[in-house]
Nanobody, 127 residues
């Protein structure tokens, strides 16, 4: 069965850190470009980070640049999103998604090109 499963969310104080995991089953994650998205209550979904399947291209939203880091562990078929210096506005449900295409080898693809999506993990930043 093909699926992505996120974990690692929780409640954290402002300035704290979390590491989100995105574990794949049924396919090899390092062949896919990965996107991390979040959706806050009452707001549209936004992409916060992405990486090409070749890992040569990474991109971060301005709102998280310098604070979030995407990485892979191919042996575990897992992608991570390290969240540091968290702010209350980082609160939301975080999703990972995977895309495979020629374009996805060397760039971040459009949101609608992601094939597989996880169920999301809640991140709440509050004192």
């Amino acid at each position: 069965q093909v699926q992505l499963v996120e974990s690692g969310g929780g409640l954290v104080q402002p300035g704290g850190s979390l590491r989100l995991s995105c574990a794949a089953s049924g396919f090899t994650l390092n062949e896919y470009a990965i996107g991390w998205f979040r959706q806050a209550p009452g707001k549209e979904r936004e992409r916060v980070a992405c990486v090409s399947s070749s890992d040569v291209y990474m991109r971060y939203a301005d709102s998280v640049k310098g604070r979030f880091t995407i990485s892979r562990d191919n042996a575990k078929n897992t992608v991570y999103l390290q969240l540091d210096s968290l702010k209350p506005e980082d609160t939301g449900v975080y999703y990972c998604a995977a895309a495979i295409s020629v374009a996805a080898q060397n760039t971040c693809v459009m949101d609608d090109e992601y094939t597989y999506w996880g169920q999301g993990t809640q991140v709440t930043v509050s004192s």
